[in-house]
């Protein structure tokens, strides 16, 4: 249960992140909007980890994490935001946050063949529902 409700957080977080996405998007591109965007994280992930002293533990970190890490950082954090925020400044940032929402799809699948996580009937056809209940939302907002 611990695990659904910070991911339930997550998504409100991110739900609300879109709606200042875009104001602060008003004159600024969107690499420009990212590099201040991650300027204000690197800020508060670094006071986060002197605070708790959780920098030691990066020097321990084996390479194949690093490696890792690093991949999951640029797919994230810098092609996947660039997107998003290519996206947001372009569109609504309600059409961009449905769009954006296909994603569950790609990691159910990549996580059943990548990782061996196995994935019931049940949970693959609730994902397609969601995915198609996305785009049906999508669909009307891009029809106004």
Known sequence: MKTLGLALLGALLWGVAPIFGRLGLRHADPLEGLVARTVVTVFLVGLWSLWGGRYRVLASLPGGDWLFLGLEAFFATFAGDLAYYAALKSGGAGLTAVG?????????????????????????????????????????????
């Open 100 to 144: 954006l929402a296909v994603s569950p799809l790609v990691t159910v699948l990549l996580g059943s063949w990548f990782l061996g996580e196995s994935s019931s009937l049940r949970q693959l056809a609730g994902t397609v529902l969601i995915v198609l209940g996305l785009l049906l939302v999508a669909e009307s907002q891009v029809g106004r």
